[in-house]
Structure formats: structure tokens, C-alpha cells
């Protein structure tokens, strides 16, 4: 059956209302079951070695005295997956990623691994693996890494997206580029022109739950897999390539997941617990570390980024460019074309041009991180727009009004936008009382603005009426924060029915169609889509019933609150039949009741935001606090606003982190000094204050009830929104992410000199 | 190694296990006794989602060895409701939708259960400062404490 997307406007009963969330009694008992909380007969314990050296060949590993431990039952090395991956790099990167082959790339890359019967005898096992390894020079920072004597990390390596193709090998893996009009022009014409140099430093997702499996391989060439992942489908595809298994008699169950923010998007371990499972012939449990999380755990990129921004003395700009490089660990990847592409798309520009970077270096893979690529390209450009603003002496929201894209804007990323919320944001960041609020001693003020396209993808749900009315849907998206309960409210909206009267579960992978992850903001958007879809099917389908039970015309049957109703007066006062009724009859009438869809959730719709922050800064220490944050986006349509408002202030507080404090810092020999949540410090509940929300609702013209994806954009802003703020508060221009205490300090005594 | 025998109290239940000398009440509770509600997030003191209440205090379980529980008493997440009866606290996190992966949840339920035990009237910086031990990275912390406070409100006997 066709399904119509478009936008509907309604009137709504279970949209917009804030029901407990159905996981809520397990997740507050302690029953909710995550990675690591699951267990089979005969499992096994698995540890991994890790490198120690930030770049290193590998010229033999020793694994027999290993193997003697008591209690081992398997080692791994690379030469138990071997390379299945047929010339893909992307995959190839994977399994480089998952064990070392012939060097390592960066501290803490795994080249060996152990099972035994319990940790004890896989710790001594580890200990007895013998590693020769043949030191190499090693970069770690971006800049450094695209210098003509930077060590090459990989001599096949030579940059694509130049013409000619160069013919010496080089750190710089790809270059992008993207745009309209022309800069050289837009800059000629400009009356004040702003260019600055900046640098982020390198985050974690900082997930609270490290990565865990429970791996299970038969001989019969079927396996399962327990696993915490945002998009099991995808972990059973790549595993399943890396192991030369079916994917289909590969069943990937995902736990409940304790966050992911994109860093379980990625498969880091499950092939080698798999491997070991097949070698030893025996269930494995493989749980990384917190260290391990950190060394070896997909972090965010490390950035370098020059902007360029001109503007006429009435504040309109002429021109803007940028260029960004990204780093991206030790394989080539696409994170600093996601920069090039975000980085202004918020504003209306007739002359823009943008090229990324892409970088290798001796640091673990990237991972998506919430938005990914898009929160530092922000805090560069937000950082220049303010700049600008205040030198040609206007009001740095006015500046933005006056330059924000709207509908029909031509984005500085190709496609032209429809309704969108960037202005609306920004009307609704100058009328909020944080904006005129009286700022304390020390205290300054800074806002941003940020963007994120939002992904929609493949989905397919299916709904389940029980005999008794009742609803089951079987989705196939994880839920991450809180999405059983918003399309919950989704399939109660469209049946008609009570939300009390749906349960939603996330199906495995073995009983339900292909789904792809929850990423890009498309757990609500693109399941919520499906789950209209395969609703309406059902209700088709009890039309239908009642067209039997009735012995009248289907067309004659109609559905509307939740019941089906005769049309007209020539069948009689027929008493209209509720989803219950219908339900009762289901035996007699053609058997169970149930809609599927399976659909591509195209028209996505791109997502806007905008945060204002104070920050108190000490002078004399250079310590800072954030004394209070406000967060502005549009959602389309808010399903369940107090899960909207969690991503709000969960974006926001992560961003916090970020501009302020975290970042991996490495020694000069290359190890990361600091894989730890006591010295990688995230924000704890004192560092932060209540953390206000507005939710815009500016429907999405392609879903059916307007939504777009929440669940990123909110990290977008605040790397730029307290930048500006603490560059306010000090006088100083802040270049450097994280602005941390030192660098504050640093800053203050500079402008002193 | 050969094992210690421990005798303790967990949740009101009279417990005994054997136990590694330097295995941990977490790898205890979590590996020996099927409480699986205290998460292992760190192993290192820093996050909290540990979090149990030995002798009356909060303690990250990944910190205690399971010898040490030898005669103590313990509370964990799994006895923190009455039966079908939730505690004010876990009620009130599902209401202000204070969770949302949830991993952190336990930790957090049993130090704000020891804090309104202590102080039940706390401030917001009181609540916060309280809290600092248990990382949480999803809700930016806002909803957690707006549900310690109406959880500390409603054991109070405050009327809304």
C-alpha cells in the first residue's frame, strides 16, 4: 500500500503528552538488562592486549606460552580474522581497527586476545603474550600531521580530491570541497572583513556503559551475539562480513544501551569475541574497560579551522570561507567533509566556500560523536560571526537575524531548504528574558547558533493487535532515550487508542526486515514514520473485518477516533466498533490482525538551534562556571516534550563539557595520559545549572505529523555559545577549545603583557 | 587464591559466598549473587553507577572488596522498592523523566536515597554537590535534580 509522508496538521490526543516512559519501572530496579548483564552456560571471559606504542610494526607475536595458561581455552591474533573484505577500505578499517595486522596505529590498539574460564587465567595469559615490535616516529596533532616531515602513517595514502592525484604519499587522505558563488568577489565587496585560526581538542562520547558483548558461535555455521549497539543490523552486516558468516544466521540481540551518542554506531570488539567464541568453541563475554573505552573507543576528531568572514557596514555578509581539517585516527574517513558541509549552513550567502581536510594520525579511530563534525565547525564560525558583529558594532543576534537562511535559501552545502527553524530560533533567542538579564561581576555572555541535516534511512516496524485489543509494535531502531515511549504515543495517536494499551520492544535482528541504526536523529523521526504507516495498514486491515462482520461495502466502513463507523444513515444505526471489539472478532473474521511497514524514511528535515550562556569566570585562577544556559530548537513536533527537553539539556551539557574541560591529552612519547573519568572529567550534576529549554515547533513537511529529529543539534551550539561567552567575559578571544582554567589564565596574562 | 567466606547482610536477607581476596562487592553482587543493578562504569571510583549503601553510607561498590562485607550491611537497587511499592525516589524519576539510557540510575537512586536520609530538606546546591559523584551523561543532570527534590518533598509530607 502507497504511504502518504506529507505533513497533516491535526489536532493531536497522545502526541504532545508526557506519559512514564514504559522501561521506566526496569530501568529504576535495576532489571533493565545492558551489555554486561547478560549471561550464557559455558561462557567464557575475554581480555584483549593492547598496544603500548603509538605506531609500531608488528614483526611477530608469540602466543604459545599464552595458550599453556590453565584455564585458557583460545588466543586470537589477526591471523584468526583473516581479510574478507574483498577491497573495501571502509570495512578493512574496521577489521585493521578490531586487530592489529602488521603495525599498530595508536596506544591501545588491540593485537591479541584471550578467552579463559575466568578473568584470572585470561589476565596471566595476557601478560604472557609476546609482541616484537619495531618502533616508528609517530604524530599525534593535526597540524603537525600535515607538515612535509610528518612521519606517513600509510605510504598508500595519497590525497584523493586533488587534480592531479599527487604521487607522494602524504597524512592528508582526502580533500573536499564546497560552496557557491565566489568568495574573491563577495570579500572585495565586504567593509569589514574578520579571519582567525582555531583549534578543538579531542572528546570522548563519554558514554557511562563501556562496550559489551556476549559472543556465541556454533559449529553449524550459525552464531548470536549480545550486544549494547545503536543499530544492530548493522553490527550483524559487518560482523557477519568479518567472520565469513551468513548474515542471516547471525542473530544480533541488542541490550538496553547505557548511551552511545554515536560511539556505538561503530564495531570496535564483537568480531574478535565472535573469533574467540569460534576458536574456543564456547559462549565469550568480552567487556571493555573504562581505559579501554578511552584508548581504543572511537573519540571525536581533533581539529585545526580557518574562517574567513566579510560583511557590509549594514551587517549583510558578502563572503565567507573556511577550511577545516579534521583528524580522523589512523584510516581515512569523511568527519572534515561533514565540516565543510555544516559549517554555514545556518546562514543565507551569496559567496561561500568551504574545504575539508581529512587527516590521519596515531590516535584511535573517530567515532560519530552527536552531530559529528558539526559542533566544532560551529564554534569556529559562531566564534567569527561574533567577532565580526561587534566590529562593525552590531548586535550579535541582530547580525544573525539579518544574515539567517530561511525557506528557498540555497545552503552552503548544495541543496535549497524548505521551512526551517534557524530564524524563528533566533527571533525567539532576542525575546527571551535570558538575553536582557542584568550579568553579574565577571560574567559574560555568549549565544550560537547550530545545525545538524538529520538522517532518515531504512525502517520497518510491524504492529501486532492482541485479542483483546491490545497492541504490540516491534521496531528495529534502539531505543537510546526514551523512543519506546514517543512511538508509543505515535501508534496510540494514530489507532486511536489509549497509550496504556501499546507495548513497543526492540526486535533482534532475526525477527524483523533490515533497519538502520539510531543515528542522525532518526530513532523518532523515521521509526515514528514506519509505525504511522504500518498503523494505518492495520487499520486497513480492521476495516476490512468490520466490512465482514457488518456484510457491508468496505468503502462504506471509515475509521476515525478509534473506531470503525458505518458511513451514512443506509446501514443503519450501527454502534461503532472499537479496536477492541474488532479485535475479539479476529478468529472469526480472517484470523490475527496485524500492519508492517517497511519503508525508506526519506525528507528528514534539517534541524536549527540556538543557545545563550553565562559564564563567571575567576580572574585570578582562570576557572570558570556556567551560571546559566538556555537552549532554543525547533522539533518539528515535540512527541514527548519531557524526552526533547532530555536531549535539550543532554546535548547542551555534553557541549558544556567539551568547551570547558575535556579533551585527550597525549605525552610526547604518543600514550594517552589520561583514560580515566577522574582525569578526562565530564561535567558532574555541581558543575552545571538547570539548563532551560524552548522547544520551536516548525512542522516537517515530510512526516506525516511534522517531526524532525532532536537529538543532536543541541551539542552543535555550545562549544561557540561559551566561547563567546568567557571571550566576553575576559575581553580576550577564545581560540581554543576547550577553554580550560589553564587556558583562560594563560589568555588573561597574555592581554596583560 | 583460595576463597573467603563472607557472611553479610544484603537487603535484609542473611547472604553468605565465597570470594576471591581481591575481588570486588561489585563482581560479588554483580557475578556471585545475581544483583546485576549496581553497573560497573569505571571500575575506579570516578562515576558512581555502583553506588551501594554499606553500614548507611554510599559507597561505590567497585572501591569495597567483597571480604570486606564480611558482618556489614548492605542496600542495593534491587531492595529499594517494597514489593510492588516503588520509593518516592524511583517514582519520581520515571515521572520527571530524570533517566535516559538508565545506566546511571541505580547509582543515582541509592545516593539520593542516603542524602534525603541524611538531609531530608536539601538545597539545590546541597542536591548537586551530593550528586557529583555519579556521572550521568545524558540528561545534563537538570531532571535528576528537579526529581530529588519533589522525591525529598513528597517523603517530607509537603503538600504540592
Given at each position: 500500500?502507497?504511504?502518504?509522508?506529507?505533513?497533516?496538521?491535526?489536532?493531536?490526543?497522545?502526541?504532545?503528552?508526557?506519559?512514564?516512559?514504559?522501561?521506566?519501572?526496569?530501568?529504576?530496579?535495576?532489571?533493565?538488562?545492558?551489555?554486561?548483564?547478560?549471561?550464557?552456560?559455558?561462557?567464557?571471559?575475554?581480555?584483549?592486549?593492547?598496544?603500548?606504542?603509538?605506531?609500531?610494526?608488528?614483526?611477530?607475536?608469540?602466543?604459545?606460552?599464552?595458550?599453556?595458561?590453565?584455564?585458557?581455552?583460545?588466543?586470537?591474533?589477526?591471523?584468526?580474522?583473516?581479510?574478507?573484505?574483498?577491497?573495501?577500505?571502509?570495512?578493512?578499517?574496521?577489521?585493521?581497527?578490531?586487530?592489529?595486522?602488521?603495525?599498530?596505529?595508536?596506544?591501545?590498539?588491540?593485537?591479541?586476545?584471550?578467552?579463559?574460564?575466568?578473568?584470572?587465567?585470561?589476565?596471566?595469559?595476557?601478560?604472557?603474550?609476546?609482541?616484537?615490535?619495531?618502533?616508528?616516529?609517530?604524530?599525534?596533532?593535526?597540524?603537525?600531521?600535515?607538515?612535509?616531515?610528518?612521519?606517513?602513517?600509510?605510504?598508500?595514502?595519497?590525497?584523493?580530491?586533488?587534480?592531479?592525484?599527487?604521487?607522494?604519499?602524504?597524512?592528508?587522505?582526502?580533500?573536499?570541497?564546497?560552496?557557491?558563488?565566489?568568495?574573491?568577489?563577495?570579500?572585495?565587496?565586504?567593509?569589514?572583513?574578520?579571519?582567525?585560526?582555531?583549534?578543538?581538542?579531542?572528546?570522548?562520547?563519554?558514554?557511562?556503559?563501556?562496550?559489551?558483548?556476549?559472543?556465541?558461535?556454533?559449529?553449524?555455521?550459525?552464531?548470536?551475539?549480545?550486544?549494547?549497539?545503536?543499530?544492530?543490523?548493522?553490527?550483524?552486516?559487518?560482523?557477519?562480513?568479518?567472520?565469513?558468516?551468513?548474515?542471516?544466521?547471525?542473530?544480533?540481540?541488542?541490550?538496553?544501551?547505557?548511551?552511545?551518542?554515536?560511539?556505538?554506531?561503530?564495531?570496535?570488539?564483537?568480531?574478535?569475541?565472535?573469533?574467540?567464541?569460534?576458536?574456543?568453541?564456547?559462549?565469550?563475554?568480552?567487556?571493555?574497560?573504562?581505559?579501554?573505552?578511552?584508548?581504543?573507543?572511537?573519540?571525536?576528531?581533533?581539529?585545526?579551522?580557518?574562517?574567513?568572514?566579510?560583511?557590509?557596514?549594514?551587517?549583510?555578509?558578502?563572503?565567507?570561507?573556511?577550511?577545516?581539517?579534521?583528524?580522523?585516527?589512523?584510516?581515512?574517513?569523511?568527519?572534515?567533509?561533514?565540516?565543510?558541509?555544516?559549517?554555514?549552513?545556518?546562514?543565507?550567502?551569496?559567496?561561500?566556500?568551504?574545504?575539508?581536510?581529512?587527516?590521519?594520525?596515531?590516535?584511535?579511530?573517530?567515532?560519530?560523536?552527536?552531530?559529528?563534525?558539526?559542533?566544532?565547525?560551529?564554534?569556529?564560525?559562531?566564534?567569527?560571526?561574533?567577532?565580526?558583529?561587534?566590529?562593525?558594532?552590531?548586535?550579535?543576534?541582530?547580525?544573525?537575524?539579518?544574515?539567517?537562511?530561511?525557506?528557498?535559501?540555497?545552503?552552503?552545502?548544495?541543496?535549497?531548504?524548505?521551512?526551517?527553524?534557524?530564524?524563528?530560533?533566533?527571533?525567539?533567542?532576542?525575546?527571551?528574558?535570558?538575553?536582557?538579564?542584568?550579568?553579574?561581576?565577571?560574567?559574560?555572555?555568549?549565544?550560537?547558533?547550530?545545525?545538524?541535516?538529520?538522517?532518515?534511512?531504512?525502517?520497518?516496524?510491524?504492529?501486532?493487535?492482541?485479542?483483546?485489543?491490545?497492541?504490540?509494535?516491534?521496531?528495529?531502531?534502539?531505543?537510546?532515550?526514551?523512543?519506546?515511549?514517543?512511538?508509543?504515543?505515535?501508534?496510540?495517536?494514530?489507532?486511536?487508542?489509549?497509550?496504556?494499551?501499546?507495548?513497543?520492544?526492540?526486535?533482534?535482528?532475526?525477527?524483523?526486515?533490515?533497519?538502520?541504526?539510531?543515528?542522525?536523529?532518526?530513532?523518532?523521526?523515521?521509526?515514528?514514520?514506519?509505525?504511522?504507516?504500518?498503523?494505518?495498514?492495520?487499520?486497513?486491515?480492521?476495516?476490512?473485518?468490520?466490512?465482514?462482520?457488518?456484510?457491508?461495502?468496505?468503502?462504506?466502513?471509515?475509521?476515525?477516533?478509534?473506531?470503525?463507523?458505518?458511513?451514512?444513515?443506509?446501514?443503519?444505526?450501527?454502534?461503532?466498533?472499537?479496536?477492541?471489539?474488532?479485535?475479539?472478532?479476529?478468529?472469526?473474521?480472517?484470523?490475527?490482525?496485524?500492519?508492517?511497514?517497511?519503508?525508506?524514511?526519506?525528507?528528514?528535515?534539517?534541524?536549527?538551534?540556538?543557545?545563550?550562556?553565562?559564564?563567571?569566570?575567576?580572574?585570578?585562577?582562570?576557572?570558570?562556571?556556567?551560571?546559566?544556559?538556555?537552549?532554543?530548537?525547533?522539533?518539528?513536533?515535540?512527541?514527548?516534550?519531557?524526552?526533547?527537553?532530555?536531549?535539550?539539556?543532554?546535548?547542551?551539557?555534553?557541549?558544556?563539557?567539551?568547551?570547558?574541560?575535556?579533551?585527550?591529552?597525549?605525552?610526547?612519547?604518543?600514550?594517552?595520559?589520561?583514560?580515566?573519568?577522574?582525569?578526562?572529567?565530564?561535567?558532574?550534576?555541581?558543575?552545571?545549572?538547570?539548563?532551560?529549554?524552548?522547544?520551536?515547533?516548525?512542522?516537517?513537511?515530510?512526516?506525516?505529523?511534522?517531526?524532525?529529529?532532536?537529538?543532536?543539534?543541541?551539542?552543535?551550539?555550545?562549544?561557540?555559545?561559551?566561547?563567546?561567552?568567557?571571550?566576553?567575559?575576559?575581553?580576550?578571544?577564545?581560540?581554543?577549545?576547550?577553554?580550560?582554567?589553564?587556558?583562560?589564565?594563560?589568555?588573561?596574562?597574555?592581554?596583560?603583557? | 587464591?583460595?576463597?573467603?567466606?563472607?557472611?553479610?547482610?544484603?537487603?535484609?536477607?542473611?547472604?553468605?559466598?565465597?570470594?576471591?581476596?581481591?575481588?570486588?562487592?561489585?563482581?560479588?553482587?554483580?557475578?556471585?549473587?545475581?544483583?546485576?543493578?549496581a553497573?560497573?562504569?569505571?571500575?575506579?571510583g570516578?562515576?558512581g553507577a555502583c553506588s551501594t549503601i554499606m553500614d548507611g553510607r554510599v559507597v561505590c561498590s567497585?572501591l569495597v572488596?567483597?571480604?570486606?562485607?564480611?558482618?556489614?550491611?548492605i542496600e542495593t537497587i534491587?531492595?529499594?522498592?517494597?514489593?510492588?511499592?516503588?520509593?518516592?525516589?524511583?517514582?519520581?524519576?520515571?515521572?520527571?523523566?530524570?533517566?535516559?539510557?538508565?545506566?546511571?540510575?541505580p547509582g543515582f537512586l541509592m545516593a539520593a536515597k542516603a542524602l534525603l536520609e541524611v538531609n531530608?530538606?536539601?538545597?539545590?546546591?546541597?542536591?548537586?554537590?551530593w550528586l557529583a559523584g555519579n556521572?550521568?551523561?545524558?540528561?545534563?543532570?537538570?531532571?535528576?535534580?528537579?526529581?530529588?527534590?519533589?522525591?525529598?518533598?513528597?517523603?517530607?509530607?509537603?503538600?504540592?
Amino acid at each position: 500500500m502507497s504511504f502518504d509522508a506529507a505533513y497533516q496538521s491535526k489536532p493531536f490526543n497522545s502526541v504532545g503528552t508526557r506519559p512514564l516512559r514504559p522501561d521506566g519501572v526496569d530501568k529504576v530496579t535495576g532489571r533493565a538488562r545492558y551489555g554486561a548483564d547478560f549471561n550464557m552456560p559455558g561462557q567464557l571471559v575475554a581480555r584483549v592486549l593492547r598496544s603500548a606504542h603509538a605506531h609500531a610494526k608488528i614483526k611477530s607475536i608469540d602466543t604459545s606460552r599464552a595458550e599453556a595458561v590453565k584455564g585458557v581455552k583460545a588466543v586470537v591474533t589477526a591471523t584468526d580474522l583473516p581479510d574478507l573484505t574483498d577491497g573495501d577500505p571502509a570495512l578493512f578499517a574496521v577489521l585493521d581497527n578490531c586487530i592489529a595486522r602488521e603495525k599498530v596505529m595508536y596506544d591501545g590498539h588491540a593485537v591479541a586476545a584471550v578467552a579463559a574460564i575466568d578473568e584470572n587465567a585470561a589476565k596471566a595469559a595476557l601478560q604472557l603474550i609476546e609482541v616484537d615490535y619495531e618502533i616508528l616516529p609517530h604524530v599525534i596533532d593535526v597540524d603537525a600531521a600535515t607538515l612535509p616531515d610528518a612521519p606517513v602513517l600509510n605510504e598508500a595514502i595519497f590525497t584523493q580530491g586533488v587534480e592531479p592525484t599527487p604521487t607522494t604519499p602524504s597524512n592528508v587522505a582526502n580533500r573536499s570541497e564546497f560552496g557557491h558563488g565566489d568568495v574573491k568577489v563577495g570579500f572585495a565587496q565586504a567593509d569589514f572583513v574578520v579571519e582567525r585560526s582555531y583549534k578543538t581538542e579531542q572528546t570522548h562520547q563519554g558514554y557511562i556503559e563501556p562496550h559489551a558483548c556476549v559472543a556465541s558461535c556454533n559449529p553449524d555455521g550459525t552464531a548470536e551475539l549480545w550486544v549494547c549497539t545503536q543499530g544492530h543490523f548493522v553490527y550483524r552486516q559487518i560482523c557477519a562480513d568479518l567472520l565469513g558468516l551468513e548474515a542471516s544466521k547471525l542473530r544480533v540481540t541488542p541490550s538496553e544501551i547505557g548511551g552511545g551518542f554515536g560511539g556505538k554506531t561503530h564495531v570496535w570488539a564483537e568480531p574478535v569475541a565472535l573469533a574467540l567464541s569460534r576458536k574456543a568453541n564456547r559462549p565469550v563475554k568480552l567487556i571493555m574497560s573504562r581505559e579501554e573505552v578511552f584508548r581504543a573507543s572511537g573519540p571525536t576528531s581533533a581539529t585545526s579551522i580557518d574562517v574567513k568572514i566579510g560583511a557590509k557596514q549594514d551587517g549583510t555578509i558578502t563572503a565567507a570561507e573556511a577550511t577545516l581539517r579534521y583528524t580522523s585516527g589512523p584510516y581515512a574517513d569523511m568527519w572534515a567533509e561533514l565540516g565543510a558541509m555544516t559549517s554555514f549552513a545556518c546562514y543565507d550567502l551569496m559567496n561561500v566556500k568551504t574545504v575539508g581536510l581529512e587527516v590521519v594520525v596515531n590516535r584511535p579511530k573517530v567515532a560519530a560523536y552527536r552531530a559529528p563534525s558539526a559542533p566544532m565547525a560551529a564554534f569556529a564560525v559562531e566564534s567569527t560571526i561574533d567577532e565580526l558583529a561587534q566590529k562593525i558594532g552590531m548586535d550579535s543576534v541582530d547580525f544573525r537575524i539579518k544574515n539567517a537562511a530561511s525557506e528557498g535559501t540555497q545552503s552552503s552545502y548544495g541543496p535549497v531548504y524548505g521551512p526551517i527553524g534557524i530564524g524563528p530560533t533566533l527571533e525567539a533567542a532576542k525575546a527571551h528574558p535570558h538575553m536582557s538579564a542584568a550579568l553579574g561581576e565577571n560574567q559574560g555572555r555568549g549565544m550560537a547558533c547550530g545545525f545538524w541535516f538529520n538522517f532518515g534511512g531504512q525502517t520497518c516496524t510491524d504492529l501486532n493487535i492482541s485479542a483483546d485489543g491490545t497492541v504490540t509494535i516491534a521496531v528495529g531502531t534502539v531505543d537510546v532515550g526514551g523512543s519506546r515511549a514517543s512511538l508509543s504515543l505515535i501508534a496510540a495517536e494514530e489507532l486511536g487508542i489509549s497509550y496504556d494499551c501499546i507495548k513497543a520492544v526492540i526486535a533482534d535482528t532475526s525477527m524483523l526486515g533490515y533497519n538502520d541504526m539510531t543515528d542522525g536523529s532518526r530513532g523518532t523521526f523515521s521509526t515514528s514514520m514506519a509505525t504511522i504507516s504500518a498503523a494505518r495498514n492495520a487499520i486497513e486491515v480492521m476495516r476490512q473485518r468490520v466490512a465482514l462482520m457488518w456484510e457491508i461495502p468496505l468503502e462504506d466502513v471509515y475509521w476515525e477516533d478509534g473506531h470503525a463507523h458505518a458511513a451514512g444513515t443506509k446501514h443503519g444505526n450501527r454502534a461503532p466498533l472499537s479496536v477492541k471489539d474488532i479485535a475479539a472478532e479476529a478468529a472469526n473474521t480472517g484470523g490475527p490482525i496485524a500492519g508492517h511497514s517497511e519503508l525508506v524514511a526519506d525528507g528528514a528535515g534539517v534541524s536549527f538551534a540556538t543557545h545563550i550562556c553565562d559564564i563567571e569566570v575567576d580572574p585570578e585562577t582562570g576557572s570558570s562556571r556556567v551560571a546559566r544556559y538556555t537552549v532554543i530548537q525547533d522539533a518539528g513536533k515535540a512527541v514527548h516534550p519531557s524526552y526533547v527537553e532530555g536531549q535539550y539539556q543532554g546535548g547542551a551539557a555534553q557541549g558544556i563539557g567539551w568547551a570547558l574541560n575535556e579533551e585527550y591529552i597525549y605525552g610526547e612519547d604518543g600514550r594517552l595520559q589520561n583514560p580515566g573519568f577522574l582525569d578526562y572529567r565530564i561535567p558532574v550534576c555541581s558543575d552545571l545549572p538547570m539548563i532551560d529549554t524552548q522547544i520551536l515547533e516548525i512542522p516537517n513537511p515530510n512526516h506525516p505529523y511534522g517531526v524532525r529529529g532532536v537529538g543532536e543539534t543541541s551539542i552543535v551550539p555550545p562549544l561557540a555559545a561559551i566561547a563567546n561567552a568567557v571571550s566576553n567575559a575576559v575581553g580576550v578571544r577564545m581560540a581554543h577549545i576547550p577553554v580550560s582554567p589553564p587556558r583562560i589564565l594563560a589568555a588573561l596574562n597574555d592581554a596583560k603583557d | 587464591m583460595s576463597s573467603i567466606a563472607v557472611s553479610t547482610t544484603i537487603n535484609d536477607d542473611d547472604v553468605e559466598f565465597l570470594c576471591q581476596p581481591n575481588e570486588t562487592l561489585l563482581d560479588v553482587l554483580r557475578n556471585r549473587l545475581g544483583l546485576m543493578g549496581a553497573k560497573e562504569g569505571c571500575g575506579t571510583g570516578d562515576c558512581g553507577a555502583c553506588s551501594t549503601i554499606m553500614d548507611g553510607r554510599v559507597v561505590c561498590s567497585c572501591l569495597v572488596l567483597g571480604a570486606e562485607a564480611q558482618g556489614r550491611t548492605i542496600e542495593t537497587i534491587e531492595g529499594m522498592a517494597k514489593g510492588s511499592e516503588l520509593h518516592p525516589l524511583q517514582r519520581k524519576f520515571i515521572e520527571h523523566a530524570a533517566l535516559q539510557c538508565g545506566i546511571c540510575t541505580p547509582g543515582f537512586l541509592m545516593a539520593a536515597k542516603a542524602l534525603l536520609e541524611v538531609n531530608p530538606d536539601p538545597t539545590e546546591s546541597q542536591i548537586r554537590f551530593w550528586l557529583a559523584g555519579n556521572l550521568c551523561r545524558c540528561t545534563g543532570y537538570d531532571k535528576i535534580v528537579r526529581a530529588v527534590q519533589d522525591a525529598a518533598a513528597e517523603l517530607r509530607g509537603d503538600t504540592p
